[in-house]
Nanobody, 126 residues
């Protein structure tokens, strides 16, 4: 069992920045992928980005366009999503997810993740 707890969401204005955190605990495999997904009201859940356990591999959705950065602190088992130049269309619930294993491919595939956090809400006003 792996427990994921997101934090850092809130209400901001367009152009502002936010940093989301995802703290992982429990029986984590030594190699894993952590992903960030989001779901806006009335829309499908979509991939935002992912990072592997070493922190050397990252992947991002096209809409990120250099605005978001994923990083990790291995010592704290925490993954961060730094979001800059936020837009109203970034408004959504943001979720982190975990899957074990060395393979980083298909990191945008939500069903491949086994554990999910409860989500943190991000609202960007215009």
């Amino acid at each position: 069992q792996v427990l994921l707890v997101e934090s850092g969401g809130g209400l901001v204005q367009a152009g502002d920045s936010l940093r989301l955190s995802c703290a992982a605990s429990g029986r984590m495999f030594s190699a894993y992928t952590m992903g960030w997904f989001r779901q806006a009201l009335g829309k499908e859940r979509e991939f935002v980005g992912a990072v592997n356990w070493k922190g050397g591999d990252t992947s991002y959705a096209g809409f990120v366009k250099g605005r978001f950065i994923i990083s990790r602190d291995g010592g704290k088992n925490t993954v961060y999503l730094q979001m800059n130049s936020l837009k109203p269309e970034d408004t959504a619930d943001y979720y982190c997810a975990y899957r074990s294993g060395f393979d980083f491919s298909n990191s945008d595939h939500a069903p491949s993740y086994v554990y999910w956090g409860q989500g943190t809400q991000v609202t960007v006003s215009s």
